[in-house]
């Protein structure tokens, strides 16, 4: 699933959940604006909250070419865990 697939409902409640504008992820989903890998991690938290599966790797470059979130999904398919 990516950002432009959600609802509205849905992207309202996403932008709640993760701490951002509706509007910031409408923009996103258009290709008009950017993710930071922040932004992206948490979006991808706020959506397995709701049942849905948004990949940060689909969000953010840096995070499609990070050789650690690359290991974290082959060890654990599905579900990123954070290493704190």
Known sequence: MNLIDLTPLQRRRLAALAGCSEGALR???????GIS???AIRLERAARRMGLVLRREDMNAGCKGCEFAKQCRKASPGVMKTVT
């Open 37 to 39: 890998s922040q932004m």
């Open 27 to 33: 923009h996103a989903s258009a290709g008009r604006r």
